[in-house]
């Protein structure tokens, strides 16, 4: 079991450790993380009262309105699952500056959490059950005891999609209140991600080559759960004016951009190390992947062997998605 609790309580390392030794930027850059985090608060419930009292009460176009609840149950739970992973690393992790800062991100996910909770009692709908494909992706992350898998699956992978989905909502115009809502979540998601392009390059670089696999191999089985899910929205995605290749090609290039950010360490071997284990997801299997999901020219344009694939892949995924709810 990768990087387990220490028995003893309490970490008395964490005020005794020389910080004059320690590289300069490491305290400045995870420290403000926590600092830009308390400056930037803001208060959940007064900014969707005024939304409302500016736009009226939020109200979802018929045609588009079971898409837009499934997206919107995706993003809810998402939340929730964020909120509980960044305070389990907030209680976990032992550098005090990374703690500090995702002790931030859990405060700033709680209250992601609960305004589009209220946002959707708003809005009077149902709101759908979260589809099993998705719940498993996000239960694999929670339940990990490995924090390297938790920050890939969490700074890498969950929250890269969630800003490609919050911007996809932005552009769509679904509703107003929302429209002007989602870029306070995406500013706070923004800043999240610098937590684990700082903290997660110092962990990574302590794994043996074993261990190096076994986070190659989470990452996979993680965009696995997302390729397959998303198949099982895409008509969801298009009924909502957001093409599904666009979204997957932005969720790419963010991803590839923290893997870049790491890497921007110094020289060969600490770029090398920094990442040691993590796929960029930028060159060779995600373009690949992406083309083949959502083909250049779409999918009826594709040769008939591609389309009885993805036409298997996608009823497969539907059916794993009821089955596993």
């Known amino acids: 079991m990768l990087f387990k609790k220490k028995a003893s309580w309490p970490p008395y390392r964490m005020v005794e450790e020389n910080i004059a030794q320690r590289a300069e930027d490491r305290l400045d850059k995870l420290e403000r993380l926590y600092h830009i985090g308390q400056n930037n608060i803001w208060d959940g419930k007064k900014v969707l009262a005024d939304l409302i009292a500016k736009h009226g009460k939020p109200k979802l176009d018929p045609t588009r309105k079971e ?64 589809g099993g494909i998705a719940r498993r992706l996000l239960l694999k992350i929670l339940e990990t005891d490995s924090l390297v898998h938790k920050l890939v699956g969490m700074q890498l992978l969950v929250e890269s999609n969630a800003l490609s989905l919050f911007r996809g909502l932005v552009e769509a115009k679904l509703e107003p209140v929302l429209e002007e809502l989602l870029p306070y979540y995406e500013t706070d ?71 870049a950010e790491m890497m921007a360490t110094g020289g060969t071997r600490r770029r090398r190390d920094a990442v040691r284990g993590l796929l960029d997801p930028g060159k060779g299997f995600g373009p690949n992947i992406v083309d083949f999901i959502h083909p ?8 008939a062997w591609h389309r009885a694939i993805l036409a298997v892949w996608t009823r497969g995924a539907m059916i794993a998605d009821r089955a596993l709810a």
């Open 67 to 130: 898409a837009a609840l499934k997206i919107l149950s995706i993003l809810l739970w998402g939340e929730l699952a964020a909120w509980a992973i960044s305070a389990d690393l907030a209680e976990r992790i032992d550098d005090v500056e990374a703690k500090l800062a995702a002790t931030s991100q859990a405060h700033d996910e709680a209250r992601h959490f609960y305004v589009l909770r209220d946002y959707l009692r708003a809005l009077g709908e149902p709101v759908p059950h979260l």
């Open 189 to 259: 998601e923004a800043r999240h991600v610098g937590l684990g392009v700082m903290y997660l390059p110092r962990l990574l670089k302590t794994l043996n080559r074993r261990e190096s696999l076994e986070v190659a191999a989470f990452q996979l089985r993680c965009v696995g759960f997302l390729m397959t899910g998303g198949l099982t929205l895409r008509e969801d995605f298009r009924a909502l004016g957001m093409e599904p290749r666009n979204l997957a090609k932005h969720t790419i290039k963010l991803q590839s951009d923290i893997v």
């Open 296 to 303: 250049p020219g779409g999918v009826a344009n594709a040769p």
